[in-house]
């Protein structure tokens, strides 16, 4: 693990140009990236992450110009392409992910077969330089064994893979903390296929009224594979058994020391502790060694406090000797259905009574 200098960067641009992996920040959570057109050095990305061959890659591009490198803009219907090219002037670069037709260069093993290609513009500029400084754009998942917690920080990535990846970049914690939403303008009407640091509110100001998909329901596969990643029903999981419960419950759960609490609000921690005759610290987080929250305060319904925060935390929380972990579901606006889409995966698609 290497502090993210331009020289350490450029280093890292030559093991990846040699056909290496690197572990790197982006605004959303940290990637193990290989050159997406090199098939066998995607082809060890998915042997480090122990990631099932049907659950496609997403591209990363350093600047518009790779876009059509990845993608065949010429196959698009024309109202998605000009659909895509607001998208792209308003959204990008940033936490959205957009599938597309791929073109025939990026190799099968990047897209699980599919005729699609997920790509996105990273915002955060060691991202960028990276990727422009290796001439290739990135395939690259987020830098964690499947199905397990996404890393916030270079420290998660080092803990995950001390040895296989062949550079780790340093760029402290990621600014927004839940992977991108990924959005499906490849054919047929625009469609969210997973939420995540872009609400689905804001893209609906360019596509118009889109129908959600709810919670629990499960993604469809195409040809044995999905379009987007985390489409599975257990997914950024920790190690310690994780329960879900709506906002409400949470508060009727008697406590436990043997037993850890996540609440979305402080203002739910706060009822939570009194009913419970627990003692808090009001002034910082954790407040108690059991009870955690993702927003500081009570919190607007689209905490982007919350959305950065809950990998961190719950790599924490994964760290305490706790038996279980007990959460609450995010009020489901803003990046609420985001959050919950973690929370629900994290609970093995279990919503507790």
Request: hydrophobic share 45%.
């Amino acid at each position: 693990m290497v502090l993210a200098t331009e020289e350490n960067i450029q280093k890292a641009a030559d093991v990846l140009r040699r056909g290496g992996v690197a572990a790197f920040p982006t605004e959303t959570v940290y990637g193990l990236g290989a050159s997406a057109f090199n098939r066998a050095a995607v082809a060890r990305v998915f042997e480090l992450k122990k990631r099932p061959s049907f659950d496609p890659l997403i591209v990363h591009i350093g600047s518009l110009s790779m876009l059509e490198s990845a993608a065949n803009l010429e196959a698009l219907k024309n109202e998605n392409r000009k659909l895509l090219e607001k998208l792209i002037q308003n959204l990008w670069p940033g936490p959205l992910t957009i599938v597309l037709p791929k073109k025939n260069e990026i190799p099968d093993v990047v897209t699980s077969g599919l005729d699609s290609v997920a790509v996105r513009f990273p915002k955060n500029e060691i991202a960028q330089k990276l990727i422009l400084l290796t001439g290739d754009p990135l395939a690259a998942p987020s830098a964690n064994p499947f199905g397990r917690l996404s890393p916030t920080r270079a420290a998660h990535v080092s803990a995950y893979f001390p040895a296989g990846v062949d550079i780790i970049l340093d760029g402290g914690k990621t600014d927004v903390g839940l992977e991108s939403t990924v959005l499906d303008l490849s054919s047929g009407a625009p469609r969210v296929l997973r939420e995540g640091g872009v609400p689905q509110e804001e893209i609906e100001r360019f596509t118009g009224k889109m129908t959600s998909r709810a919670l629990n329901s499960p993604m469809e596969a195409e040809g044995g594979a999905f379009k987007t990643p985390g489409a599975l029903k257990i997914h950024y999981a920790p190690k310690t058994v994780f329960k879900l419960h709506e906002a409400g419950a949470m508060l009727k759960e008697p406590f436990s020391p043997s037993k850890a609490y996540l609440f979305y609000s402080f203002e739910n921690l706060r009822l939570y502790a009194k009913k419970n005759g627990l003692k808090i610290n009001e002034n910082e987080l954790p407040a108690h060694e059991r009870l955690w929250a993702l927003c500081g305060g009570a919190g607007e319904p689209s905490c982007r406090e919350a959305a950065a925060a809950l990998f961190d935390v719950l790599h924490m929380m994964d760290a305490l000797d706790a038996l279980e972990i007990h959460a609450e579901k995010a009020p489901p606006d803003g990046l609420g259905p985001a959050i919950n889409d973690r929370l629900f995966k994290a609970a093995g698609s279990v919503l507790e009574a």
